[in-house]
């Protein structure tokens, strides 16, 4: 996917979560996130946009210390927190777009440019964050094929293509993932020392197959196997729920 691209998946996915949290209401729970209601989403989200906005913005070469961060993570009257949350997303989408695209700032995941990656990072973890605003109200959202594919490429080989972390397995577990609505294939490897990602269908313990968004939903934790086809040993998708986590940290 382009720039663009990411910038307008950015965009909408901002205003689905926003509409998904306002059809909810502050206080629902959601079921995604344990221990969190809706305005903890917002907040976190309307604060994470605005430390993606600040890096591009700013040109920073170094990420933010934890006193730093604290500052885009306002504490927000729940009249207010909606409004914040919209203004934040808008700020970053506006940012993003009339940025320029040789643009130099900190990242924390390989891409062709910074701009590329915060642009990519950030239309997913709006996107992601939209599922959890929606399973507040017990829906579940779609995405077009390529984005979902773009959204697992960039988890596999982004997020679990880095050393370290907690998703390792003695002995080795192995996961091949089949979309059936867009030509992509990963065949993912879980090691003693860490992980192995190979492009295409291999042989694997657990081969998952369906819509590429119901597998995104699926490696996010955000939805369970009842929409896919599951061959081989669903064991496997065990250690990843216990295991393959994204945390801010």
Not at 8 to 14: C, N, S, T
Not at 111 to 120: C, E, Y
């Amino acid at each position: 996917m382009r720039i663009a691209e990411h910038i307008a998946a950015l965009d909408e996915e901002g205003v689905r979560l926003a509409e998904a949290a306002g059809r909810a209401g502050l206080d629902a729970h959601v079921p995604t996130c344990p221990g969190w209601q809706v305005r903890d989403l917002l907040h976190h989200v309307g604060g994470v946009h605005r430390w993606a906005m600040a890096h591009v913005i700013t040109g920073r070469r170094q990420p933010y210390s934890t006193r730093e961060e604290a500052e885009f993570f306002a504490v927000v009257d729940d009249d207010e927190l909606l409004d914040w949350f919209r203004e934040g997303h808008r700020a970053l989408v506006d940012t993003l777009a009339a940025a320029d695209e040789s643009v130099e700032c900190w990242t924390f995941l390989p891409a062709p440019s910074p701009l590329a990656f915060w642009a990519r990072r950030q239309a997913h973890e709006t996107a992601v964050h939209h599922a959890d605003a929606e399973s507040a109200v017990s829906t579940v959202p779609y995405w077009a094929p390529s984005f979902a594919a773009d959204g697992i490429d960039e988890l596999l080989n982004g997020f679990f293509g880095r050393p370290g972390g907690r998703l390792v397995a003695d002995p080795p577990l192995s996961m091949a993932l089949v979309p059936t609505d867009v030509d992509a294939r990963w065949t993912f490897y879980i090691e003693p020392a860490g992980r192995r990602l190979v492009a295409g269908e291999m042989p694997a313990q657990l081969t998952v197959v369906g819509p590429a968004s119901e597998l995104y939903l699926l490696l996010w934790n955000r939805s369970g196997t009842e929409r896919l086809d599951l061959r081989g040993d669903a064991a496997v998708l065990d250690l990843w729920r216990t295991r393959a986590t994204v945390t801010w940290n």
